[in-house]
């Protein structure tokens, strides 16, 4: 608390007498200081969020000032993780307590405590403990954040106008609304900076903006296991691709969905269907629907006559759907060929009676 109090005395100072603070770019006392009126996003320490309501003095910085506090606060309080991949966080400071998120490569977060070869950190929503060996600290891990991380400028109003060129004059090219972020590009004097919007480059006065360095956080295993689902689930049913048939495929791929599952979901039809559709197209077995279905020892219903059967009569609308479906490349377990009633005994895609693999 002392320390932020010098530091803030020593600004204002600054500020009061003029000092030059960037190379080129100088600030004298008669210049318009920059109000920000609201909270601009630096990472907290303490709170739960990555923000905290600026100082009296903070509101008042110029731009530069407002970057070379974000940069002391980089190198005092930021820790980055020194590993090829990912690096465990884990409960406690302990190599035995439980795992509560990762730090990817190149990733960073604020530290708020050390024990024992061990520092507390926060990562976005990832708050817990790491090896210190792992992690690299002040100095050296300014010099990859500068590598590895980009300037935004976050804005401290409801919405903002985006200028094609610096000037309350000039075009509008868009809007940016109350916290948004946007790449900083270059400070073009006091009063403009360069911002990257859209693929465009555009204009924002300093007035209504903050600046934070961001690094990628790290991800909690709650959020990990959630996103592995969906990409499961989109793995699971991702188009595999058309296959030609003609309408006696067609319907003998119905009259077989019908024998294997004509009592389950449409998603268990389709899955049926999908399999006879993988195999097709593996290489592993016959590449066509009917030197697939009757294949030896394959499918029960189309070596006992069944299949054909219902060929020859009424193939439900239902089972020629899902057997158009599969055709088209859609699918509900993803690449498998194989699938049987489930007795629980299997792993693989449950749907209703059926594990498939």
Same mark, same amino acid.
């Given at each position: 608390m002392l320390k932020n109090k010098l530091i803030a005395m020593l600004l204002f100072l600054v500020v009061s007498l003029g000092f030059v603070l960037t190379p080129g770019i100088a600030v004298s006392a008669n210049e318009e200081m920059l109000m920000?009126?609201?909270i601009a996003t630096y990472l907290s320490p303490t709170g739960n969020n990555t923000v905290y309501e600026l100082t009296t003095v903070e509101e008042t910085l110029c731009i530069n000032q407002k970057y070379q506090l974000e940069q002391q606060r980089i190198g005092e309080e930021f820790a980055m993780a020194n590993v090829s991949k990912s690096l465990n966080i884990r409960a406690e400071a302990d190599e035995n307590s439980e795992k509560v998120g990762v730090l990817y490569k190149d990733c960073g977060g604020i530290i708020l405590e050390r024990k024992d070869g061990w520092i507390k950190i926060k990562s976005g929503d990832v708050i817990g403990w790491a090896r210190e060996?792992?992690?690299l600290t002040g100095e050296e891990a300014q010099a990859m954040a500068d590598d590895v991380g980009h300037w935004l400028a976050t804005?401290?109003?409801?919405?903002?106008r985006v200028r094609k060129e610096p000037g309350l004059?000039?075009?509008?090219?868009?809007?940016?609304?109350y916290d948004d972020g946007l790449t900083i590009i270059e400070i073009m004097d006091a009063d403009w900076v360069s911002v990257d919007y859209e693929g465009e480059v555009g204009y924002v006065a300093t007035e209504f903006i903050s600046v934070r360095y961001h690094i990628d956080e790290g991800e909690t295993i709650e959020v990990i296991k959630a996103r592995e689902a969906i990409e499961a689930e989109k793995r699971r049913t991702a188009n595999r691709g058309r296959v030609d048939a003609s309408a006696d495929e067609v319907r003998l791929l119905g009259a077989l969905i019908y024998c294997e599952a004509g009592n389950q979901s449409y998603d268990g039809k389709v899955a049926v269907g999908a399999v006879v559709?993988?195999?097709?197209?593996?290489?592993?077995?016959?590449n066509t629907?009917?030197?697939? +279905?009757? %294949?030896?020892?394959?499918f029960p219903p189309a070596l006992n006559g069944k299949v054909a059967r219902v060929y020859e009569n009424n193939v439900p609308a239902s089972c020629l759907q899902a057997a158009q479906a599969a055709i088209n490349g859609e699918t509900t377990v993803g690449g498998a060929t194989r699938f049987n009633r489930n007795r629980g005994n299997r792993d693989g895609i449950v +749907?209703? %009676?059926?594990?498939f693999w």
């Open positions: 920000s009126a609201g060996e792992y992690l804005i401290d109003t409801d919405v903002v004059e000039e075009d509008i090219l868009g809007f940016i609304a559709m993988n195999r097709v197209k593996s290489g592993a077995y016959p629907i009917h030197g697939v +279905i009757y %294949a030896s020892g394959q +749907i209703g %009676a059926h594990v």
